[in-house]
């Protein structure tokens, strides 16, 4: 958190809106929590962070490519999510497109191998700035039920269930996900 607290000051932010986006959205919430000063309204869509034994989040490290747009997408073949997990047909392009997810894959294991339960529990009652919770109602990765676990840790805070989406909600119904953001962050 304190490279984003010496970024927000290098910009001369004192304060901004925070919306966060699966491991972005732990990242949020971790800022939220730890300089509430920083954050005036925080957006968690299909965030990670938490952990419930009884519902687990998908080993997405262990996933083929094949599970894992089942666990992504509402309809993982609907035009949208063939276009976002298409392989390309160059192979140079493959190749990179491959070492990209690599090195995803690796960041995202710093973060969130083998729980991704880094103690976010212990400081999300910190968050003090009004939060908005958007959640896909069909995410395979992060069960919906995350939605009302970190609104019953976030005080004050509102859910909103996008229907017909998975974990990408903002590809799958951008104009009801912008919809809901721009809501909220204007209210």
């Not at 939220?32 to 998908?58: E, F, K, M, Q, T």
């Amino acid at each position: 958190m304190v490279y984003y607290n010496d970024l927000l000051d290098a910009l001369g932010l004192e304060s901004v809106h925070v919306l966060g986006h699966s491991l972005g959205g732990m990242i949020g919430a971790e800022l939220a929590a730890l300089s509430p000063h920083r954050v005036r309204r925080l957006v968690l869509v299909n965030a990670v962070g938490l952990w419930r034994d009884d519902y687990p989040i998908a080993d997405f490290f262990a996933m083929t490519p094949e599970q894992l747009a089942l666990a992504l997408w509402h309809d993982p073949n609907s035009a949208v999510a063939q276009s976002m997990m298409a392989v390309p047909q160059d192979e140079k392009a493959e190749l990179e497109a491959y070492l990209i997810r690599m090195q995803h894959l690796a960041t995202a294991g710093k973060f969130l191998w083998p729980i991704p339960d880094k103690g976010l529990k212990k400081r999300i009652h910190r968050i003090q700035a009004p939060t908005c919770i958007i959640w896909g109602a069909s995410d395979g990765l992060t069960p919906v039920v995350y939605a009302q676990e970190f609104q019953q840790r976030i005080p004050g805070s509102q859910v909103t269930i996008l229907p017909q989406c998975g974990h990408m909600p903002m590809y799958e119904d951008p104009a009801g996900f912008v919809s809901a953001v721009v809501g909220f962050l204007q209210g």
